[in-house]
């Protein structure tokens, strides 16, 4: 039995992970010895029996809840529960049309929340779908080519370009193996596999250089290993668990409409019972009191407001479509409006995910680029580029095909002038030494047209200089090699995130009968460094400024170098000093309270594991903040899931960060976050408007009943008055906010405190202060009408609907005048003003409807009045604004003048 592999209980323990424990530390006989295996590979038996056993090489599915079980799941909101009972207490009293938009309410509500629900499985199924790849493995000293599930521990499989791994592995034989690991790891750069064992144990998965993991792709080279890890027991087989077992988090727009629901349906059976009890105690009906006092306690529910939600959000997310940013989770778009973190990775998020030559270097005089070809061109630039087009093993003509190290070498030397096709033809190879590990180095030996043999030697500038016995000049002579100088230069690049490589030549007449390193990689004279980098996007820069203007922080999160990571994160204003960054060991080493302490103050975590990432954002969530995670890679899937809002990137991401996040970025533009922020926080406010619009018109409703009897007045509206109100005023004109264009300056203010109440920054007191006058001017027009002897009920029943009217294009904005805005600047709105207006009219006028509404018809004189006092609340509300201009004119002079003193 395998070592560390759990006692045999038989084939209901398929889903256990089975794995060799540290297999990075153990020597290759040790790894081969702990797995039960040898060379030759597992006997075609002992294979069959080990799977039955073990189990197969695949991530289990969870448990699947049911379609019943997931629409049940969504009738356990507050909020919800409220509207059902205000669908059947508006069906009891006749009500059927109210009855019937509300159930059509809450079952469009609970269509979106299965369709939400279904994400979690869709992440496990393409985590599996991930891993259905073929092996070739050796079974009784055969290779064969088997289905990546049907490995098992001890199994020794055989890589080469272009394969996918398809367990994880510790390595026998590496022959210039090269691993790309960016979507395990978060690494950009290609990693050289060796054989030899680590001594420490806590080693980040970006440094087990003697390891292939699962999902992970060959790029180049080939290589042996034992398989030491199946399914949940490989890397990632772990994430895969992680993603498993991480709850969703609810969206801040979800939590506070669900604190707002509970608020409302304790404020609308305390309302009821008082309603009912003044109505008796003043000698009222037993039945028309109650039926009053519960049709104000469901007038006082804003059954449009889930509806309002949704629209505002289904809007929303169409808008951001065509910024290139694809909503999975429709209630996350308002969730980038709260956004206090963004936790990014770095490789093809912040940067294009492409190594680029970014500075070249001959003799101390340093460039962009290499110069033109031409016969200008000094000798020794040209060659620097013909060592960086010729000494490399890339393939392809249209398409590069290769390590992106040389790939970028190449193009460097292209963007010149010098076609790698053609100076192959003109100096064609003769021999090379490929690179490995140990020297660090690559040669390759070139005919030279005009007599003998060039060679050309590339690798690390350490190594370089080591073999290196004089220096080129700019014009090809020789020169003395300044070795302290050339290194200063390669430390000054490295610490800007650069990767430096080195160029030596040497001239052969002929070549050895045996070619070695020896021969030749020594004598050289170095020719020059180059500079190779994954570069910032061009507008992340300008992307990182718009978010931290906005009061988010932007947080880079990275498999990558601490050097490169912390060099790129200056680069874009990210961070710009040592102490902002956190390396993935030093985060092992620190417990929870001392890394919650420090969490909000860290830009850039490197060398970090995805257990490690998920960390990052629970930390930062336990300290109340809202974070949003962009990424690409499987590793970032366990985050992007757990974030209150995970950004997966379109083009280079996986299909398990695409199933595991809220929103897709179509382009994988950083920058396309800002406008998505944008969106968010816009929809916030349109949600916020309606809220209040219609619960300062539900108030106005309270106000009029309640103080009337207090006033020794008879109550003003009827139960059908109360609902009609309800209907129409919370329908088309709550709709219209949805089409409401984002406020000036969005952009320019800090995020909304996690926390805060959906009734802050004055909404609470609005409501209250709006409300109380608008019950006053319907109770002034009533107590007139009465004196007067007028239609006073309905005068009341028409100034109390045209006031909400009002009240709806007033607040429009919360600091611009609607004279400012335009009428027309938002047409829905426009015509849902008319329509309600239009409507309510017609409850007067219209002969057949005047008994149902219990209204008579009113005189051009009473109709002129109601107008007039209909216009009361929005010139109040037109006032509060000029006012709260005022006051921001003020603040932004003391501000001036402080930062002028």
Known sequence: MPANAPADNGPENDSTPYAVEHPHTLTTSEALDAADADERGLEPGDAKERLERLGPN?????????????????????????????????AVLGESIDAIAIVVIVALNAVIGVVQEYRAQKAMEALKAMSEVTAQVRRGGQVVEVPASELTLGDVVLLDGGRIVPADLRLLEAERLRIAE??????????????????????????????????????????????????????????????????????????????????LAYAALALCALVFVIGMLRGGD???????????????????????????????????????????????????????????????????????????????????????????CPAGWRTLALGMALSNDVGGDAELLGDPTEIALVKGAADAGYERNALAERLPRAAELPFDSDRKLMTT??????????????????????????ALAV??????????????????????????????????????????????????????????????????????????????VPVMITGDHPSTA?????????????????????????????????????????????????KIVEALQDKGEFVGMTGDGVNDAPALQRADIGIAMGITGTDVAKEAADMILLDDNFASIVSSVREGRKIFDNIRKFIKYTMTSNSGEIWTILLAPLLGLPIPLLPIHILWINLVTDGLPGLAFASEPAEKAIMQRPPRAPKESIFADGLGVHLIWVGLLMGG??????????????????????????????????????????????????????GAVALTIGAQLATIYVPFLQPVFKTEALSLPELGA????????????????????????????????????
């Open 58 to 90: 695949a991530l289990p599915e969870g448990k699947k809840r049911s379609l019943f079980s997931m629409i049940l799941g969504q009738f356990t909101d507050f909020l919800i529960l409220l509207l059902i009972g205000a669908a059947i207490i508006s």
């Open 182 to 263: 960016a979507a395990l790891t978060g690494e950009s750069l290609p990693i050289d596999k060796h054989i030899d064992p680590l001594e420490e144990v806590d080693v980040p998965l970006g440094d087990r250089t003697n390891m292939a993991y699962r999902g992970t792709e060959v790029v180049g080279g080939r290589g042996v290993g034992v398989v030491t890890a199946i399914g949940l027991g490989t890397e990632l087989g772990k994430i895969a668990g992680l993603l498993h077992g991480t709850e969703e988090t609810k969206t801040p727009l979800q939590k506070r409409l669900a604190q707002f629901g509970r608020q």
């Open 286 to 376: 037993v039945l028309t009191m109650f039926l009053t006092a519960v049709s104000l306690a469901v007038a006082a529910v804003p059954e449009a407001l889930p509806a309002v939600a949704t629209v505002t959000l289904a809007l929303g997310a169409r808008k951001l479509v065509k910024t290139n940013s694809l909503v999975r989770n429709l209630p996350a778009v308002e969730t980038l409006g709260s956004v206090t973190f963004i936790c990014t990775d770095k490789t093809g998020t912040l940067t294009l995910n492409r190594m680029t030559t970014e500075r070249v270097m001959i003799a101390g005089e340093g460039r962009d680029t290499l110069p033109a070809c031409d016969e200008q």
């Open 445 to 470: 030996v070139h005919r030279d047209p005009e007599g003998g043999l060039v060679s050309f030697t590339k690798g690390a500038a350490e190594a370089v200089l080591q073999r290196s016995r004089a």
């Open 475 to 552: 014009d090809g002579s020789e020169i003395d090699l300044d070795a302290e100088a050339v290194l200063a230069t390669v430390d000054e690049w490295s610490a800007k995130g650069l990767r430096v490589l080195a160029f030596g030549t040497r001239r052969l007449e002929s070549l050895p009968a045996e070619v070695d390193y020896d021969d030749l990689e020594s004598e050289l004279v170095l020719v020059g460094l180059v500079g190779l980098v994954d570069p910032p996007r061009d507008e992340a820069a300008a992307a990182v400024a718009t978010c931290i203007e906005a009061g988010i």
């Open 566 to 614: 912390l060099a790129i994160a200056r680069r874009i204003g990210i961070a710009h000093d040592p102490d902002d960054m956190m390396t993935g060991s030093e985060l092992e080493a620190m417990d929870l309270e001392h890394f919650e302490r420090r969490v909000e103050d860290v830009r850039v975590y490197a060398r970090v594991a995805p257990e490690q990432k998920l």
């Open 777 to 830: 001017a319907s109770l002034i027009t009533q107590a007139v009408a009465m004196e007067l002897d007028l239609h006073w009920q309905t005068m009341v029943f028409t100034v109390l609907c045209f006031s909400q009217m009002g009240h709806a294009l007033a607040i429009r904005s919360d600091r611009r005048s609607l004279f400012q805005l335009g009428l027309g600047s938002n047409r829905p709105m426009l």
């Open 866 to 901: 109601a107008l007039a006092m209909s216009t009361v609340v929005f010139w109040a509300v037109e006032l509060e604004k000029v006012n709260k201009r005022r006051l921001d004119r003020q603040r932004s002079a003391r501000r001036a003048e402080a930062q002028t003193a």
